[in-house]
């Protein structure tokens, strides 16, 4: 069972709750303990309602006060919970685009996870939001068959739920073949099998592929092409096998490797708490041996560490 870990608050009062932030953010020193309570313990839509009800208490907007007292990535956090799930993943690619260096992470994160339905939503905020075309600013930023497997997932048209078991021996081949010729052409055919089909024919082309060569898909794939293509290739069969694994090993590495990336940790965490962040703790637990809550614990500091901390929802013994 896939499970988030912020749910509606049950008597849930936005006006109570409005009331109380005004008073936090009003303050003479902002109460960002009660800005933490607020914010991490309500779910979006009711994260939206309180929005409202701020606007029309106050006249002012809600989004502009958190951003106005608050300050680095605590500010990013509790910011970032104030966007409906599409326009906050909009948020991200707009930066990750056109931002000084673009983010290919976070792109590869975003498209390789997201249905179409989510990549449709995506797209019309990106637009309402930033006046720009995703797919035409994915074209202008990105290049090669990185640019072109992007631009094949942003158009939202994988198969959903259908299976052929007939023809998941010979996508098998195609996949097989594309990593021993490695053309342009092959290139092309192992992206379109990866970007279109559905996850439940994916399933059975990799376990074909594993029949075929002897090689688990993932391997063949890192063994034959480099750079953010084939992350990116990566990242899509990861996701196709386990959601929750992909995102736990991408919280270890941007935790781990890189001397916590932050925009990458405050990223997952709010993009997933309501879809399957629970999974993906139990996911990084049983891989890493140490919880998702011990690690951030062990890197984050202040009220930006208690944020994450109450989207990541501990039980007891992860503390």
């Excluded at 912020?6 to 902002?30: E, R």
């Excluded at 590869?108 to 600013?137: C, G, P, T, V, W």
């Amino acid at each position: 069972q896939v499970q988030g870990t912020i749910f509606p608050a049950p008597n849930f009062n936005p006006i109570m709750d409005a009331q109380l932030l005004g008073g936090a953010l009003q303050g003479i020193s902002c109460e960002k303990d009660v800005l933490i309570d607020i914010l991490t313990q309500r779910c979006n839509s009711q994260r939206l309602m309180i929005a409202e009800a701020y606007r029309d208490m106050y006249g002012r907007d809600l989004i502009t006060d958190l951003k106005e007292n608050l300050s680095h990535h605590f500010k990013e956090v509790m910011v970032g919970l104030m966007y409906p799930p599409a326009s906050y993943d909009a948020h991200e690619l707009w930066h990750a685009l056109k931002g000084v260096d673009t983010e290919e992470k976070c792109l590869i994160d975003i498209f390789a996870s997201r249905s179409n339905m989510e990549i449709f939503q995506m797209k019309e905020a990106y637009l309402m939001q930033y006046n720009n075309d995703l797919q035409q600013d994915i074209d202008s930023e990105t290049s090669g068959h990185f640019r072109d497997t992007l631009m094949n997932l942003a158009q939202g048209t994988r198969m959903e739920g259908y299976a052929d078991p007939s023809t998941a021996a010979q996508d098998a081949m195609i996949l097989w073949e594309a990593c021993q010729q490695k053309t342009g052409e092959h290139k092309n055919m192992l992206q379109m099998i990866l970007c279109n089909k559905s996850y439940q024919q994916l399933w059975m082309v990799f376990q074909e592929f594993q029949n075929i060569s002897g090689q688990d898909i993932v391997d063949a794939i890192n063994e034959c092409y480099d750079g953010y293509f084939q992350e990116l290739l990566v990242a899509i069969v990861l996701c196709v096998r386990d959601k929750p694994s992909y995102f736990a090993y991408r919280l270890y590495s941007a935790i781990h490797d890189f001397g916590f990336h932050n925009k990458t940790v405050i990223r997952i965490l709010i993009a997933r708490s309501e879809i399957d962040l629970m999974n993906i703790r139990q996911r990084y637990k049983e891989r890493y041996g140490k919880s998702l809550f011990h690690d951030i614990k062990h890197f984050a500091s202040g009220h930006y560490e208690s944020a994450l901390l109450a989207i990541c929802a501990g039980d007891a013994e992860d503390y």
